[in-house]
């Protein structure tokens, strides 16, 4: 009876260090969820300010014209191999 007594015990102490890791594991992806996000929003607030930086009058530009008036750009002549040029600098450094 004491042995059995003994593996129900260990056999509960294991199911509540499963719980425990498995609440680990779900803290760790939020953690890197949260990560991921606010390296996202810290890119989205740095691309912003050089937009801006740049072209100042976007500042007072909602969304949809931003987009229009990068589309614009887009479709100068030129602009596809300046965009490539760009993401290549980008990419090897």
């Known amino acids: 009876m004491d042995k059995e007594k003994s593996l129900?015990?260990?056999?509960?102490?294991?199911?509540?260090?499963?719980r425990q890791y498995e609440n680990q594991v779900k803290i760790l992806l939020n953690k890197q969820r949260d990560a991921e996000r606010h390296a996202r929003n810290h890119r989205l607030i740095v691309h912003g300010a050089i937009m801006e930086g740049v072209f100042p009058f976007t500042a007072s530009m909602d969304g949809e014209a931003i987009k229009v008036f990068l589309i614009a750009l887009s479709r100068l002549p030129g602009a596809t191999e300046a965009a490539e040029k760009a993401q290549n600098a980008g990419d090897e450094g």
């Open 8 to 18: 129900l015990q260990q056999k509960a102490e294991a199911e509540k260090k499963a």
